[in-house]
T-cell receptor
Framework: GNSVTQMEGPVTLSEEAFLTINCTYTATGYPSLFWYVQYPGEGLQLLLKATKADDKGSNKGFEATYRKETTSFHLEKGSVQVSDSAVYFCALSNSGGSNYKLTFGKGTLLTVNP | DVKVTQSSRYLVKRTGEKVFLECVQDMDHENMFWYRQDPGLGLRLIYFSYDVKMKEKGDIPEGYSVSREKKERFSLILESASTNQTSMYLC??????????????FGQGTRLTVV
C-alpha cells in the first residue's frame, strides 16, 4: 500500500535559518505529492504540490522537488520566519480509479524563534 | 472564497452518547472525507464519500458511521462514544477526477473530548 515517512519533530530554528524537512514515500504507479501546513488552531491548507517526476512545487518561499529515483519530496526554505511556525504534513495521492484519497505522514512541528 | 465548515470547534460528550459531527462545503465538490488527527499518528482516514449516498471505509472505520444525504453535507456519527475517540476530527472535500487536480480543502477541525 501507500505510505509516507517524514522526519520526526519537533524542529526548532532561529529566524532566517535554512529549513529542510525530509519526506520519502512508498507507492505504486505515479502518485502526486503534496505538502500541507497546519497553523495553530486551524485546519490544514495546501502549501505546494508536484504531480510528476522532477516537478518542483513552490509557494511562500517554500520549495520541494519530486524525485522519483529516491522516492522523496523534501521541503526546503532558505530563510524561515516566526510566522512559519506550524505543523507540516507530507502527503501523496494515488487514486485507484477516479477516487481521490490522501495518505499523510505523521507531521513535523516547526517552531521558529525570533 | 472556498469553504469547508465544521459545525463545532469544541465538543464534550459523555461515554455512550451518540455524537454527530457535521461538515458542509460550498464548492460543489463530489468527494468528502473525515479524518482524525492524533499526536504522533498524523491524520488517519475514517470514511470518505464520492457521491451522494455513497461511502467507503477508510483506514479506521470501527466505531464510526457516516451519512451523505446531500452533496454539500457529510456527517460523521459516533454510535456510542468512547474515551478512545477523544481526538481532533477534520473534514475535507475535493473535486472528483484525475488526482493531479484534486487538491483537498479542509475545515478548521472539531476537537472532541469524551468523558
Amino acid at each position: 500500500g501507500n505510505s509516507v515517512t517524514q522526519m520526526e519533530g519537533p524542529v526548532t530554528l532561529s529566524e532566517e535559518a535554512f529549513l529542510t524537512i525530509n519526506c520519502t514515500y512508498t507507492a505504486t504507479g505515479y502518485p502526486s505529492l503534496f505538502w500541507y501546513v497546519q497553523y495553530p488552531g486551524e485546519g490544514l491548507q495546501l502549501l505546494l504540490k508536484a504531480t510528476k517526476a522532477d516537478d518542483k512545487g513552490s509557494n511562500k518561499g517554500f520549495e520541494a522537488t519530486y524525485r522519483k529515483e529516491t522516492t522523496s519530496f523534501h521541503l526546503e526554505k532558505g530563510s524561515v520566519q516566526v510566522s512559519d511556525s506550524a505543523v507540516y504534513f507530507c502527503a501523496l495521492s494515488n487514486s485507484g480509479g477516479s477516487n481521490y484519497k490522501l495518505t499523510f505522514g505523521k507531521g513535523t512541528l516547526l517552531t521558529v524563534n525570533p | 472564497d472556498v469553504k469547508v465548515t465544521q459545525s463545532s470547534r469544541y465538543l464534550v460528550k459523555r461515554t455512550g452518547e451518540k455524537v454527530f459531527l457535521e461538515c458542509v462545503q460550498d464548492m460543489d465538490h463530489e468527494n468528502m472525507f473525515w479524518y482524525r488527527q492524533d499526536p504522533g499518528l498524523g491524520l488517519r482516514l475514517i470514511y470518505f464519500s464520492y457521491d451522494v449516498k455513497m461511502k467507503e471505509k477508510g483506514d479506521i472505520p470501527e466505531g464510526y458511521s457516516v451519512s451523505r444525504e446531500k452533496k454539500e453535507r457529510f456527517s460523521l456519527i459516533l454510535e456510542s462514544a468512547s474515551t478512545n475517540q477523544t481526538s481532533m476530527y477534520l473534514c475535507a472535500s475535493s473535486l472528483w477526477g484525475p488526482h493531479q487536480n484534486t487538491e483537498a480543502f479542509f475545515g478548521q477541525g472539531t476537537r472532541l473530548t469524551v468523558v
